[in-house]
């Protein structure tokens, strides 16, 4: 999955309770970003990050927060604010501003409210 | 909200055969790429056309842009039952942000 790893695959959860989802790159990639994927749809853009310690809001930040502090991090933490959490929860990378934007995708992380 | 609507949603064909999908999109995009998702898997870069193109070959695969209409076409020829998966198109905007559509979920029957 192109140098890019999410742990863990499969994630169960209270409810109420917050829980961080990893994604590691070593692509030496600028740009980072998650995605949720609801069953039968597309992705939808929760948060991304162009560069060390800044982000953006995507179109479904409420209940998330993101932290960029190394290059090749970027977690993903889903808050009890979140009220439908279950979902399919996707990390890209790709190289940055300038570039054409080729994303290349970790393999997911399953979550489930229980 | 989603960018790229994707046409049709589901799309059933025989091995040999050729597949078309359509996308269209709301906003002006920098490129618009094309990425394969098999189940429950990550997402595959397969093809990616500049604003300024109009048509883009790459194996069996053709992509067409139309700015003025804000749509795409990727088209698969002489598909494989291997390429049994889901189709997403994606907008890559001047802020350097992804947007993604709904998919097109090609079966190709042996």
């Known amino acids: 999955d192109g140098g890019i790893t999410q742990s863990p695959k499969y994630l169960f959860r209270k409810e109420g309770q917050n829980v961080t989802l990893s994604c590691e790159q070593n692509?030496?990639?600028?740009?980072m970003y998650w995605y949720r994927q609801d069953p039968g749809q597309g992705l939808r853009l929760i948060y991304y990050?162009?560069?060390?310690?800044?982000?953006q809001k995507g179109d479904i930040a409420e209940g998330y927060s993101v932290s960029r502090e190394k290059k090749e991090s970027f977690p993903l933490t889903v808050t009890s604010a979140q009220k439908n959490p279950t979902a399919f929860y996707l990390c890209?990378?790709?190289?940055?501003?300038?570039?054409?934007?080729?994303?290349?995708f970790g393999p997911g992380t399953r979550l489930t409210v229980l | 909200s989603q960018q790229g609507e994707e046409d049709p949603q589901a799309l059933s064909i025989q091995e040999g055969e050729n597949a078309t999908m359509n996308c269209s999109y709301k906003t002006s995009i920098n490129n618009l790429q094309w990425y394969r998702q098999n189940s429950g898997r990550g997402l595959v870069h397969l093809i990616l056309i500049r604003s300024n193109e109009r048509e883009k070959h790459s194996g069996r695969l053709r992509v067409t842009l139309d700015t003025s209409k804000k749509s795409s076409s990727l088209l698969i020829t002489a598909s494989r039952a291997a390429d049994t998966a889901s189709y997403f198109c994606?907008?890559?905007?001047?802020?350097?942000?992804?947007?993604f559509g709904a998919g097109t979920r090609l079966t190709v029957k042996p």
């Open positions: 890209a990378s790709s190289i940055g501003a300038g570039a054409a934007g080729e994303q290349f």
């Open positions: 990050s162009q560069i060390v310690n800044d982000f």
């Open positions: 994606a907008t890559y905007g001047n802020n350097n942000d992804m947007r």
């Open positions: 692509l030496n990639h600028d740009a």
